[in-house]
């Protein structure tokens, strides 16, 4: 999930989620002339980025590393001795109250999005060779054996800590929403220490709260859709954004070929396979970053037309803004944009 900030404050290239550089000195000529602090360091197996403006000049790089730090011990896979881990290796049962959210808020995004968005695809993941074990092609019968362990619904918190798995063999995989929450983390972080104006960004999950000292609104550039994996980031169009988050889900990066035929790493929760359709990617602004990821996420399973459908039937709810990155029938290369997102793009 990739969008590029294009302030004067970051200068960087994405390439997926995992590659940024950063103009340095033109980092420390705006921190000198408007308290402005920046740093940036690794987490989640990608980069994070941070943008602020304080008075105090006030630097919390380690505190920012030590709560995502925190986090990947709660919710990530890659960590051998993490929560979720533990939890999918029914190993443990009691969950940390972060844990209980995360899991909350991806039930919400399972019941809203009509089960297009699933946390317990973990098994599925990892049979397709996309999670932290890396499987081979499953068969159709493994892959029907596979769905019988899915389903959000199986979930259930008793006692306000202890997890309840109606299939002790349901795997747990928050990636289609945690670096989103990650990002929340942050601008939690921030604003509690009474930082009004920053720009988050963890693997180009970006949030941005405030504005700069000239009164203009951040901005961020969202990357077209590459040719493959190895091409290089192009920014299709860039948004301002008012204390608003922006994530893009894509299947442009992500994917393998086998036998002539392309893989993508978004499962389809309601039928076991790779998701197989002609939308490309989707940008999401949401009030929150976790909100934008998991929505994202979603919309990608759903393909065009039925995120369109989804759309309409939820056009009270302003979180829903999304430009959708499509190749139509004739191969032509297309865009749609919700009106709410329309009305950000500055470029």
């Given at each position: 999930?990739?969008?590029?900030?294009?302030?004067?404050?970051?200068?960087?290239?994405?390439?997926?989620?995992f590659?940024?550089?950063?103009g340095?000195?033109?980092?420390?000529?705006?921190?000198?002339?408007?308290?402005?602090?920046?740093?940036?360091?690794?987490?989640?197996?990608?980069?994070?980025?941070?943008?602020?403006?304080?008075?105090?000049?006030?630097?919390?790089?380690?505190?920012?590393?030590?709560?995502?730090?925190d986090?990947?011990?709660?919710?990530?896979?890659?960590?051998?001795?993490?929560?979720?881990?533990?939890?999918?290796?029914?190993?443990?049962?009691?969950?940390?109250?972060?844990?209980?959210?995360?899991?909350?808020?991806?039930?919400?995004?399972?019941?809203?999005?009509?089960?297009?968005?699933?946390?317990?695809?973990?098994?599925?993941?990892?049979?397709?060779?996309?999670?932290?074990?890396?499987?081979?092609?499953?068969?159709?019968?493994?892959?029907?054996?596979?769905m019988?362990?899915?389903?959000?619904?199986?979930?259930?918190?008793?006692?306000?800590?202890?997890?309840?798995?109606?299939?002790?063999?349901?795997?747990?995989?928050?990636?289609?929403?945690?670096?989103g929450?990650?990002?929340?983390?942050?601008?939690?972080?921030?604003?509690?220490?009474?930082?009004?104006?920053?720009?988050?960004?963890?693997?180009?999950e970006?949030?941005?709260?405030?504005?700069?000292?000239?009164?203009?609104?951040?901005?961020?550039?969202?990357?077209?859709?590459?040719?493959?994996?190895?091409?290089?980031?192009?920014?299709?169009?860039a948004?301002?954004?008012?204390?608003?988050?922006?994530?893009?889900?894509?299947?442009?990066?992500?994917?393998?070929?086998?036998?002539?035929?392309?893989?993508?790493?978004?499962?389809?929760?309601?039928?076991?396979?790779?998701?197989?359709?002609s939308?490309?990617?989707?940008?999401?602004?949401?009030?929150?970053?976790?909100k934008?990821?998991?929505l994202?996420?979603?919309?990608?399973?759903?393909?065009?037309?039925?995120?369109?459908?989804?759309?309409?039937?939820?056009?009270?709810?302003?979180?829903?803004?999304?430009?959708?990155?499509?190749?139509?029938?004739?191969?032509?290369?297309?865009?749609?944009?919700?009106?709410?997102?329309?009305?950000?793009?500055?470029?």
């Amino acid at each position: 999930m990739t969008a590029c900030t294009t302030d004067m404050s970051v200068r960087y290239s994405c390439i997926g989620r995992f590659f940024v550089v950063f103009g340095l000195l033109m980092l420390t000529a705006c921190a000198e002339k408007n308290d402005f602090v920046a740093f940036s360091g690794e987490a989640q197996g990608t980069y994070y980025s941070v943008s602020y403006y304080d008075a105090q000049h006030r630097n919390f790089k380690h505190s920012i590393d030590s709560l995502l730090d925190d986090f990947d011990q709660m919710a990530s896979l890659w960590v051998d001795s993490s929560m979720i881990r533990r939890v999918n290796a029914n190993l443990d049962s009691v969950v940390s109250p972060m844990f209980v959210d995360l899991l909350n808020k991806s039930l919400w995004t399972y019941h809203y999005t009509n089960h297009a968005f699933d946390c317990t695809v973990g098994q599925l993941v990892n049979a397709w060779g996309f999670g932290f074990s890396k499987g081979t092609m499953p068969s159709d019968d493994t892959v029907a054996q596979l769905m019988q362990y899915l389903g959000s619904d199986g979930l259930s918190i008793v006692d306000g800590n202890i997890l309840r798995k109606r299939c002790t063999q349901t795997m747990l995989d928050f990636n289609a929403i945690a670096q989103g929450y990650s990002v929340d983390l942050i601008a939690d972080f921030l604003s509690a220490q009474g930082v009004k104006d920053f720009l988050v960004d963890v693997g180009g999950e970006v949030i941005a709260y405030g504005a700069k000292p000239d009164g203009s609104s951040w901005r961020v550039g969202i990357e077209r859709p590459a040719d493959n994996k190895y091409s290089s980031p192009e920014v299709e169009l860039a948004i301002s954004l008012d204390n608003q988050s922006v994530v893009t889900s894509g299947n442009y990066r992500k994917y393998y070929v086998r036998d002539g035929v392309k893989y993508s790493h978004t499962i389809n929760p309601q039928t076991g396979h790779p998701v197989n359709h002609s939308l490309l990617s989707v940008s999401v602004v949401a009030d929150s970053a976790w909100k934008a990821d998991a929505l994202a996420t979603a919309f990608m399973v759903m393909g065009l037309d039925e995120s369109k459908r989804f759309i309409a039937d939820h056009l009270d709810d302003e979180a829903v803004q999304a430009v959708f990155f499509i190749y139509d029938e004739q191969g032509v290369y297309k865009t749609y944009a919700t009106p709410l997102f329309n009305e950000l793009i500055t470029k």
